[in-house]
């Protein structure tokens, strides 16, 4: 394009946006003056402007996803102490808060941990205890009861009663209040007031996110005493002046100072004033849904505290009665000593008010006591269909869980209230059970199991009785799918050679997802048939004439129909330009369109193709039964994975509504299944877990010598794991939380935590040649800069110290008096002597990927390296030299080690079987890779293999899935 | 051990060199800012725990403050350096995004790397290889718009930091980044 014409379709674009869409036409047909072209062009530009979704409108690495929300501490059927957890309920600015049963009294608790910062100063955590506990011990209806502040496993939590209900804050961008219930809400938090005043406690922290509201109306204040530990500087006593709460960056960040007294904003001293001045702030915000007093920061928000009255709350909502006015004066007043004396007269001028409102004797007495407060500027939404579900569920819909999307005005269709809805496992196996698809009676499950060693798909009543096997073939068979008369079932199966491991990052636990050749078999017994050479996710059209399917190279998937009966696939053209895959295509009931996941995203298209719009940030979509709604894993952070409801428009091709939660994500909900009368819905649970497993070997000959023995147990999750000289005990890194510590385990005795530093992560730790010392990589837990690096400490834990900052990847030197690792200043490879303290460069080239092994005579280094695409072993001599390939077969070799003899490399195939090559003492002879274990390969996932330093144990970690179909019932 | 980061006065001389007018002071500003992004990128993309998302102008400010002075610093350098960091970072993220796209293996069979490492993959929203081409398009027809992009979404500024950086005024910047934007857009048929 010339520049002239690029300066006129610059200048003819932004003219034509100054314009109404109605001009616009009129205005480019004269302004191209018969030019198509140019007309065109402009157009197209336009059209491109005005799409919505948003396009490099966040900076690049913004849109750079880096992965999935932080893992709960706990998880379910974890226990703490005496209490058995059952769900996370939400994360708040303390801590996870967990749903959980004390086994000794047989009751619920709401179970809060409080964040190790907040725990560190025992003297601050005793005054805490005291004062939550004086305040529990008032026994007032409106004061959440303290069970138990106490201490598990280094863990600070409260224990207290579980209410069933919302916070203020839920409330209130639920749905609108009624004046009534405002009134209601407030007099009862000021009673609350009342009566811990009087005992002489001040909360000090009074919003909507502490106060909560039960299903029965009910008001309960929590977090009494909270305050003291969360406060900077100052001892926290009542006569000491209250320092700011705000601290941003890395350490505790207090969430909102919108409800801060001005004693509190100027950090004066407080007392019992502060709570009315913050409840009364509560209160405006009730009335008017809008906060009295904000700003743009944190500061210019103290200033209009300070400084600033609120704009009259009458303003804001003209239907309410004037006498409101006085009340927010009298509890909102600047100085402490302008406000109410005590809660109580608070209280009392609320009943009043109240009273009057209900008998229509106000003064002003034009309000009704129906008059509908509006709900905040940022819309409402419903949750009942999710309280429904989820109250018999037993499951507390608690204020910190569920931040609902508000991105849509509410439809009907979300809001409809929903009868008794029941939730059940129908599979209890270990292992693997997943992808389950209904018959369309709902009366049948055909799903995938790996009990039988492999995945076969087997066929269950919903009601119970006998799992019945399928496919029962050597083969690999997957993802079954319901033909919509119930008489077939097409399938994904390797049984015919065709085997492509699609390995994604499914739910972040890189779930292997298989394709292959699809087919398709009758339900109930006979002889499958295959339609279709390599594909993957099958899925029937609503009457049964076709299947799509997603098949093709990573960044090159595309979406194909093909007659059910077989024939020729058919591309369905869809513009998904970068998306790295396409999974899970399905035809809406009404075959109108087709949704699809790709990148982590929620797509619907045309079934006839076209241009796909993103509906909603998700992963794998499946149709409700009448078009009218799409289900999905919702993968937000905090959504724990959960099964959400998104309301649909196939007339519009849009969602219709609000997304809103089913689950609260027992483990990864997912691959969900609607019968077609819409009332069940099935879906795969998915958890995940590391074990150490010891394989007795011989690393020369190499033999197998036995059946593998585990090493650690349970729902651990171990990356890198070091075993000992004497081969009698392992070190690990446990990620079992959000932090990852060093544990170590001796045979035959229960494991023991070595490192529990709360401000640090620690991983990979690796045993010195003569048993002493492990060294181990340490990073700062909540990501400052200056503490990553390598540390060491002694066999039992004690005496951790820094060796080298900014690197990682330690390993022995097998004289013990050195060792190699990579710095992350430059990628390279270095060997550390511990005698002079220096470091020497061993590598000098671009793409090496973490750790490097000495050999055991520590002549060699062996390394991975990424620099030639894939990952392949590489190896350089320690002394200097040049470094050669090992071995390279364009796919993932992982965690090469050398034998004792120097004869072999042994390394681990993308993540499955152990292989071998020739190594140093055979001058690295070039020989074909020589499997050496042979463990099934069905969902192997093998990471940090490794031997004992004899070369007679093999030692793992081993990842391990399981998942288990839940049956919900939504009723009617 | 002796990895340590350029000394802050030496990129603090280059940049006021620079801003003098002293062109060759770019060619040596440009390794030393570039090592340090690339680490701090490699840091974060290697190591980075999962739940955080990174903002570009928190990498290129922790770069600015380890590498510059700032006392001896006015603000158009600062300016400057953004301006340098933007294109770097966007050199970093391509060839991320193109090292990603070559992790797969041959013969009809696809896999991501599963290592732990590795772990932390990032799946931009926007195809960075496209975007980066069509980029190079709009740069050789229209120089400032490409600049405008490349420093807003590559290097993360604000609108007014883009216009401090270009010299030019807001509303130009704020007019040229939508047409940009809506070329881009159309060019490369984002979904």
């Known amino acids: 394009m010339s520049p002239e014409r690029w300066r006129r379709v610059d200048e003819l674009f932004h003219s034509a946006l100054e314009r109404g869409p109605a001009e616009r036409a009129a205005f480019l047909t004269e302004a191209c003056a018969g030019d198509e072209a140019l007309r065109r062009e402009v157009e197209k530009l336009i059209a491109a402007h005005e799409k919505d979704g948003s396009f490099i409108d966040s900076p690049a690495y913004a849109d750079t996803e880096l992965l999935v929300d932080r893992q709960a501490v706990l998880t379910s059927g974890q226990s703490l102490g005496p209490y058995k957890v059952i769900n996370l309920l939400g994360r708040g600015g303390m801590g996870e808060v967990y749903l959980a049963q004390d086994s000794r009294l047989s009751r619920k608790v709401a179970l809060k941990l409080l964040h190790s910062e907040l725990t560190i100063d025992q003297d601050r955590l005793r005054r805490f205890r005291q004062e939550a506990h004086a305040a529990s011990a008032l026994n007032h209806p409106n004061i959440l009861t303290v069970y138990e502040i106490g201490q598990a496993d280094s863990i600070h939590f409260i224990a207290t009663e579980y209410v069933e209900g919302q916070t203020l804050r839920e409330r209130m961008s639920d749905t609108r209040m009624k004046l009534r219930e405002v009134l209601d809400v407030a007099i009862q938090g000021a009673s609350a007031l009342a009566a811990a005043h009087q005992a002489g406690i001040v909360h000090r922290d009074i919003k909507p996110e502490n106060i909560m509201v039960r299903t029965d109306g009910y008001v309960k204040a929590l977090d009494f005493g909270l305050a003291k530990l969360t406060e900077q500087g100052g001892t926290g006593d009542l006569e000491e002046p209250t320092a700011s709460l705000v601290k941003t960056g890395a350490g505790i960040v207090m969430g909102t100072i919108n409800y801060m007294s001005p004693e509190q904003a100027e950090a004066r001293r407080v007392d019992h004033r502060t709570d009315i001045f913050s409840l009364g702030v509560v209160l405006y915000e009730m009335l008017t849904g809008k906060r009295p007093f904000g700003g743009k920061s944190a500061i210019d928000t103290l200033h209009s505290i300070i400084n600033e009255e609120p704009r009259p709350a009458i303003e804001l909502n003209s239907q309410l009665p004037p006498e409101v006015m006085d009340i927010l004066a009298k509890a909102m007043a600047k100085a402490p000593g302008e406000r109410y004396r005590h809660a109580g007269d608070f209280e009392l001028d609320l009943r009043r008010l109240k009273r009057a409102v209900e008998t229509n004797s106000l003064p002003s007495s034009q309000v009704k006591a129906g008059a509908i407060i509006k709900p905040r500027g940022w819309r409402a939404t419903s949750m009942l269909a999710a309280l429904g579900a989820l109250l018999i569920l037993g499951v507390a819909v608690a204020g910190w869980m569920l931040n609902r999307s508000r991105r849509q005005p509410v439809s009907e269709a979300a809001s409809a209230p929903l009868g008794r809805v029941t939730l059940a496992p129908i599979t209890v196996d270990q292992g693997y059970e997943g992808e389950p698809t209904f018959s369309p009676d709902g009366q049948t499950i055909a799903y995938v199991s790996d009990r039988t060693g492999n995945f076969e798909i087997f066929l269950k009543q919903v009601t119970g009785g006998p799992d019945i096997n399928l496919t029962n073939n050597p083969a690999d068979d997957m993802q079954p799918s319901f033909s919509p008369d119930g008489k077939q079932i097409a399938f994904v199966s390797s049984r015919s050679g065709e085997y492509n491991c699609l390995c994604f990052f499914l739910y972040g636990t890189e779930q292997p997802l298989m394709g292959g050749a699809i087919w398709v078999m009758p339900a109930f017994g006979g002889s499958p048939r295959r339609i279709v050479e390599s594909g993957t996710f099958p899925s029937w059209s609503s009457d049964g004439s076709s299947i799509i399917y997603s098949s093709g190279p990573w960044h090159g998937q595309k979406i194909y129909r093909v007659p059910s009966i077989g024939g020729n696939p058919e591309e369905i053209p869809i513009k998904s330009q970068g998306a790295p895959y396409l999974a899970y295509p399905s035809y809406s009931p009404d075959r109108r369109w087709i949704a699809f996941e790709a990148n982590n995203t929620v797509f619907i298209v045309s079934s006839k193709g076209g241009e796909p719009q993103k509906i909603v940030k998700g992963k794998h979509p499946v149709w409700g039964a009448d078009s009218g709604a799409i289900f999905y894993s919702n993968v937000e952070a905090g959504k724990n994975y959960s099964l959400w409801q998104l309301p649909f428009s196939s007339a519009e091709g849009k969602a219709s509504g609000n997304p809103s939660p089913l689950t609260v994500g027992r483990g990864y909900d997912s691959q969900a299944t609607v019968s077609r009368d819409g009332k069940l819905i099935a879906y795969a649970a998915l958890d995940v877990s590391l074990n150490i497993e010891s394989l007795p070997f011989d690393a020369e000959t190499p033999r197998n010598m036995g059946a593998p023995q585990p090493v650690t147990s349970g729902s651990d999750r171990i990356y890198f794991h070091s075993i000992s000289p004497d081969g009698m005990s392992s070190v690990y890194d446990s990620h079992r939380g959000a932090s990852s510590y060093i544990w170590r385990v001796d045979r035959g005795s229960a494991p023991v935590q070595l490192t529990s530093d709360p401000n640090f992560d620690d991983s990979d730790p690796d045993w010195s040649p003569d048993g002493r010392n492990i060294v181990f990589f340490r990073e700062a837990s909540r990501g400052e800069q200056g503490t990553i690096g390598i540390w060491v400490m002694a066999a039992d834990g004690a005496n951790p110290q820094l060796l080298i900052k900014e690197a990682g990847a330690p390993r022995w030197m097998p004289g013990g008096g050195a060792f190699v690792y990579q710095s992350f200043a430059d990628g390279q490879i270095y060997i550390y002597d511990l005698a002079s303290k220096s470091s020497r460069r061993i590598t000098n080239e671009e793409g090496i990927y973490g750790i490097g092994v000495p050999s055991p005579e520590g002549k060699w280094l062996v390394y991975h390296s990424i620099a030639a695409g894939n990952v392949d072993v590489r190896a350089i001599p320690i002394e200097g030299g040049e470094s050669r390939i090992v071995v390279d077969t364009r796919r993932q070799e992982f965690h090469p080690f050398v034998s004792p003899s120097g004869k072999w490399v042994y390394y681990t195939l993308d993540h499955g079987n152990i292989y071998r090559v020739p190594g140093p003492a055979q001058n690295w002879r070039k020989a074909q890779p020589e499997k050496v274990t042979n463990f099934p390969e069905t969902g192997l996932f093998l990471e940090d293999a490794h031997t004992s330093r004899d070369g007679h144990q093999l030692v793992y970690s081993r990842r391990r899935t399981t998942s288990d179909i839940w049956v919900m019932n939504l009723g009617t | ?191």
């Open chain 2, 1 to 191: 051990m002796s990895v340590t980061s350029s000394p802050p006065h030496e990129v603090t001389q280059l940049l006021v060199a620079w801003s003098n007018g002293d062109k060759a002071a770019l060619d040596r500003l440009m390794p030393l800012v570039y090592t340090e992004l690339r680490r701090l990128a490699h840091h974060y993309m290697s190591r980075e725990r999962p739940g955080h998302t990174l903002q570009t102008t928190a990498l290129v400010n922790e770069a600015y403050l380890r590498l510059v002075d700032q006392d001896q610093m006015r603000w158009e350098n600062r300016a400057h350096f953004f301006g340098i960091a933007a294109r770097l970072m966007r050199e970093i993220l391509v060839d991320h995004a193109r090292s990603r796209q070559a992790v797969k293996r041959g013969g009809g069979q696809y896999m991501l790397s599963l290592s732990k490492v590795d772990r932390l993959a990032s799946r931009p929203d926007v195809n960075l290889i496209a975007l980066d081409e069509a980029l190079r398009r709009l740069e050789a027809i229209d120089p400032q718009k490409g600049r405008i992009v490349e420093l807003r979404y590559f290097g993360g500024l604000r609108i007014e930091e883009t216009a401090e950086v270009l010299g030019i005024s807001p509303a130009t910047v704020k007019r040229d980044w939508s047409m940009a934007r809506a070329w881009l857009r159309s060019e490369i048929g984002e979904e």
